[in-house]
């Protein structure tokens, strides 16, 4: 299993540009999560999807973040544009449900600074 | 809303010394779970240990073992025999045993080993 896997590790961007982070869950897990990392608010989910269905979206910032998940297979976190502010890290996660007593599989999360 | 607070923005130890990592929440729940997760600077959110809630005895696992006080709402992280692989930031975070998906993190305990 090559756990989760997220592209780019690394994005470096312009203000006002449009940037997609991309996710890969584990193979199984019909759940996914999209969290940001900042040095002030820490871990923030932004969103969750459940069997490829958005279930809970209230920790989007605002219009400009969008998330789709085609299929169980892939997951996307859009920004446009993008803002200095939005500089983060951003974290993908699955589980096998929607209830994780054994908790959530990280991927190594995408960098994404703004300029 | 759960909250989980982490005292100690910083810890150092000394390698192969003992240090314990502090960390408090707040719910009104009965079934719950509490983990662990080390960052080292990779960024990769590794689990390390969890504990369920109606479990009394604390959960262990090899060097890392927690003291659960589910009166106090305590949860502990004791790492033994200090290594300085062990060097990361470490998180404390909730999870609901209910049907609320979401997993609330702590702010995060940054551990130095030193040599």
């Known amino acids: 299993d090559a756990g989760v896997i997220q592209s780019p590790r690394h994005e470096v961007t312009e203000m006002g540009q449009e940037v997609t982070l991309r996710c890969k869950p584990i193979s199984g897990h019909n759940s996914l999560f999209w969290y940001r990392q900042t040095m002030m608010r820490g871990l923030e989910l932004l969103i969750y999807?459940?069997?490829?269905?958005?279930?809970?979206d209230s920790g989007m910032p605002e219009d400009r973040f969008s998330a789709k998940m085609p299929n169980a297979s892939f997951s996307t976190l859009k920004i446009q544009p993008s803002e200095p502010r939005d500089s983060a890290v951003y974290f993908c996660?699955?589980?096998?449900?929607?209830?994780?007593?054994?908790?959530?599989?990280f991927g190594s999360g995408t960098r994404l600074t703004v300029v | 809303a759960q909250t989980v607070t982490q005292s100690q923005p910083e810890m150092s130890v000394q390698e192969a010394e003992t240090v314990t990592l502090s960390c408090t929440y707040d719910?009104?729940?009965?079934?719950?779970?509490l983990f662990w997760y080390k960052q080292p600077p990779s960024r990769q959110m590794i689990l390390v240990i969890r504990q369920e809630a109606y479990k009394q005895q604390n959960a262990t696992e090899n060097r890392f073992s927690v003291n659960f006080q589910k009166a106090a709402k305590s949860f502990s992280l004791k790492i033994s025999d200090s290594q300085l692989g062990d060097a990361a930031m470490y998180f404390c975070a909730y999870h609901s045993g209910g049907s609320n998906y979401k997993l609330t993190f702590g702010k995060g305990t940054l551990l130095t080993v030193n040599p």
């Open positions: 996660a699955s589980s096998p449900h929607g209830r994780a007593p054994f908790g959530y599989t």
């Open positions: 719910t009104s729940e009965s079934d719950y779970y």
């Open positions: 999807f459940n069997n490829n269905v958005p279930i809970d």
